[in-house]
């Protein structure tokens, strides 16, 4: 049986999991959950009931956490392309970085997004400017963090730059990149124009306008 993925194109963290499969042209069948898919969404509840995707269904297996998942892929349907090192001190890094875009990028842009969603313009303001602070702390780092290398933890991609790619992409739309961070706009554009990133990019195209800032004219 294929392996089967339960999620939604336009979820950053959908798009981790999906980056790491088309990284490895692992063969999966895509469910998307939503209202226009009632019978995806029914099962996928039933399944994890605490309502986060992705969720990864293998046979008698399921697994949830995007981190998790992308190791489980490796230990289970592994690739060309190892996501996490086998040196140990080498996937501690890769972990570490993981987390960094996960907990200081994602989560970032999530309150201007849920103060958007509100529907009150108290809390969209008061979502952005906590966005934007957060975000500009974390682009400072990662600027210098990012000097010389060409992927998150050195010249291979890792399950870092699958939790990179969404995060930065989703984050620029929230709170610019600047242009004093030429070596962060680097390290995004080199990570759109890499295939299985672009593939995500690409099938969440026609979702644009659920973005509730208003997705720009970019990307």
Known sequence: MPLTIYGHAFSSYTWKVLIALHE????????????????????WLRRWPLRKFPLLVDGEHQVVETSIIIEYLQQRHPG???????????????????????????????????????????????????????????????????????????????????????????????????????????YRARLLARPSVARAVEGARPYRPLFPLGAPDRD
């Open 24 to 43: 490895n042209a692992t063969p999966f069948e895509f469910r998307q959950v939503g209202p226009d898919q009632p019978a995806h969404t029914a099962e």
């Open 80 to 186: 060309p392309v190892r996501l996490i090192p086998e040196d140990p001190a080498q996937a501690l890094d890769v972990r570490f970085m993981d987390r960094f875009f996960d907990l200081h990028v994602m989560d970032a842009v999530q309150h201007a997004v849920s103060g958007a969603l509100s529907g009150n313009t108290t809390r969209r303001s008061e979502g952005l400017a906590l966005s934007a602070e957060k975000l500009e702390r974390a682009y400072g780092w990662l600027e210098t963090r990012l000097a010389g290398m060409t992927w998150a933890t050195g010249e291979a991609f890792t399950l870092a730059d699958c939790a990179a790619a969404p995060s930065l992409f989703y984050a620029d739309w929230v709170h610019r990149i600047g242009e004093q961070y030429p070596v962060l706009r680097g």
